[in-house]
């Protein structure tokens, strides 16, 4: 049978019929190290059971030649034996056979499980078990497995349940601690969300918001909208240590915790010198109505600014969003607070300021662009500068088209500002580029470089446009020849050395990829999985050896890197249909 010989070849690379699913896949180590209390590593206890010395003897081998795992492999030849080693050893896992004489592998699982419930049984059977493995799976076993797959099979099921033994084992331990954990490390996780509302455009369903505002211990309710205000301190005492500064900050938010007790509230820390409340009523409160909850909120702003000057001595400004902000506007609003901390009236010491959601009259001035658009617009083009980065096409010509098309009615400074960063990350991008030299002498970027000459806005555009699809196709012109270049590499090295190791481990270290992403990229790009271009190398090799050679057959079978004679006599037979010496005499 193929598995029986699994001892004699050890080269994963070497089998065939492989799934997409690797099992190389499983086989990290760092997943499986696992360590008790006193820093030791687990060991594992596995059983194999069959009446077929050689099946017993080639997993044996096969199974202890495992290096990544402390592995301690028992072997059974019967039921019998199976159920005196179960008697006395708890096995994690258990390779048996079905059809064996007396008890049978669906049997010999019944007391394995009956007495350790947690052993994971795997069964091994032939082409005929079918209806056997299938009531073995409905039975509790864990897997099966064809005795013709061979090695990579077994490994592969072998490491996956090792996986799952070992996320069991340390499961309630990692969770306890994780809770710990997150509860010591909600006021962090709260302040990140929020900033994360503040600095970027998030946009979430109600639903999906309620179960993160729940997982962060977060009251707010997940449609209402919220009022938003902040707090500055305006000046810190001469010769303030950093803890000291950290406790004032956090004794203000004491403080305005206890002057707020009504409605929702989320208080938080947010730099330096800096607080944030995200404010909702409550219907059952008395100052439920909006209106009148926005008036207490001002009241209890002058309250706090109070107490913070008469018991902590200290200067601080507040300011105040005068209307309800939706879940989904508190970045740009968030923003107008925090400009308003900068510019204006907000520069002044012990400031309190309610600031009305529309914007003041004099903020827009004709075609110019006003100060929360400018906020809006140079966050945008930090965006469109990811999507350049990112290489997502499509997101930047989208964004790009948005920006241009609102610019084109404003003032001729806007629109050069938006020329000018444009081109200089898209020309930034060519200059970093590792063929800037042949990207700078292409047309598109001749054409952005000359772009004042340009009359029109829509021209403008149309030179920034051009230079940046041809970055974006030159980029994915060059990985494909990179990738080429990378598979053709590989294939050469397998070629000139059929005979050595060609493990994934050892051919990921030639390309410098990680092995599992190796198997994944190699077949994206040819269609076949490694192991099933080696083993056609390694056949064609053969038929030329066997062809042109008077090599005997384990001398054939060394030189091709399989080494097993009976493994390799296998393997030629399923590629050629005939054994090696019916193809020499053929010839």
């Not at 019944?110 to 069964?123: A, Q, Y």
């Amino acid at each position: 049978m193929f598995i029986g010989d699994c001892r004699l070849n050890m080269d994963p690379q070497a089998g065939c019929g492989l799934r997409e699913e690797r099992w190389e896949d499983y086989a990290s180590p760092s997943s499986f190290h696992l360590l008790s209390k006193k820093g030791r590593r687990i060991m594992h206890r596995l059983l194999v059971v069959d009446d077929e010395p050689i099946i017993v003897e080639g997993l044996y081998e096969l199974f202890r030649d495992i290096i990544d795992l402390d592995l301690e492999v028992h072997r059974a030849y019967s039921s019998t034996q199976a159920l005196e080693l179960v008697a006395r050893i708890k096995f994690d896992l258990v390779f048996t056979d079905i059809r064996m004489p007396g008890m049978d592998g669906l049997d010999l699982h019944k007391h394995i499980v009956s007495r350790w419930p947690g052993t994971r049984v795997v069964f091994l059977t032939g082409y005929n078990d079918f209806q056997f493995a299938q009531q073995a799976i409905r039975s509790g076993g864990y897997d099966f497995i064809i005795k013709t797959e061979g090695e990579e099979k077994i490994l592969e099921v072998f490491y996956r349940a090792i996986q799952e033994i070992a996320c069991q084992w340390d499961e309630e331990r990692l969770k306890d601690a994780a809770r710990r954990q997150i509860q010591q490390a909600i006021p962090l996780l709260q302040k990140e969300y929020v900033l994360a509302l503040m600095e970027e455009d998030i946009v979430e369903q109600a639903d999906a918001r309620a179960k993160r505002l729940e997982e962060l211990n977060i009251s707010l309710d997940s449609e209402q909208s919220l009022l938003l205000m902040t707090c500055r301190v305006d000046r810190w005492y001469e010769d303030m240590t950093h803890a000291d500064k950290t406790l004032l900050l956090y004794a203000i938010q004491n403080i305005s915790d206890e002057l707020l007790q009504y409605g929702r509230k989320l208080s938080l820390v947010c730099s330096s010198k800096s607080l944030m409340w995200m404010l909702q009523p409550k219907e059952q409160d008395n100052r439920g109505g909006e209106e009148e909850f926005l008036n207490y909120v001002k009241e209890i702003m002058v309250e706090i600014h109070d107490v913070c000057k008469n018991l902590l001595r200290l200067p601080v400004s507040l300011f105040l969003s005068g209307g309800y902000t939706s879940w989904n506007d508190i970045g740009r609003q968030c923003g107008n607070l925090l400009r308003r901390e900068q510019n204006g009236i907000g520069q002044n010491e012990e400031v309190l300021l309610i600031i009305e959601s529309k914007p003041d009259a004099n903020e827009n001035r004709g075609n110019q662009m006003n100060e929360e658009g400018y906020y809006v617009y140079t966050r945008k083009l930090k965006q469109l500068e990811a999507f350049l980065e990112t290489g997502q096409k499509l997101f930047f010509l989208e964004l790009f088209h948005t920006l241009s098309t609102s610019l084109q009615p404003l003032w001729e400074f806007a629109r050069q500002h938006f020329f000018h960063s444009v081109s200089a990350m898209l020309l930034d991008h060519v200059n970093c580029s590792a063929n800037s030299a042949d990207l700078l002498s292409m047309k598109a970027v001749s054409a952005v470089l000359n772009a004042e000459n340009e009359r029109s806005w829509e021209e403008k555009c149309s030179t920034l446009i051009q230079l940046a699809q041809f970055i974006f196709d030159y980029r994915v012109k060059d990985q494909t020849i990179k990738s080429i270049e990378m598979i053709d590499q590989l294939k050469q090295y397998i070629g000139n050395h059929l005979k050595e190791d060609l493990s994934l481990t050892k051919l990921s270290s030639i390309v410098y990829l990680n092995a599992s992403y190796l198997s994944r990229f190699f077949k994206q790009m040819t269609g076949v999985n490694v192991s099933e271009f080696i083993l056609e190398l390694r056949m064609e090799k053969a038929m030329e050896l066997i062809k042109e050679t008077d090599l005997k057959i384990q001398e054939v079978a060394d030189e091709v890197g399989i080494g097993s004679s009976a493994y390799f006599i296998r393997l030629f037979k399923n590629r050629t249909m005939m054994t090696p010496m019916e193809y020499r005499e053929s010839i």
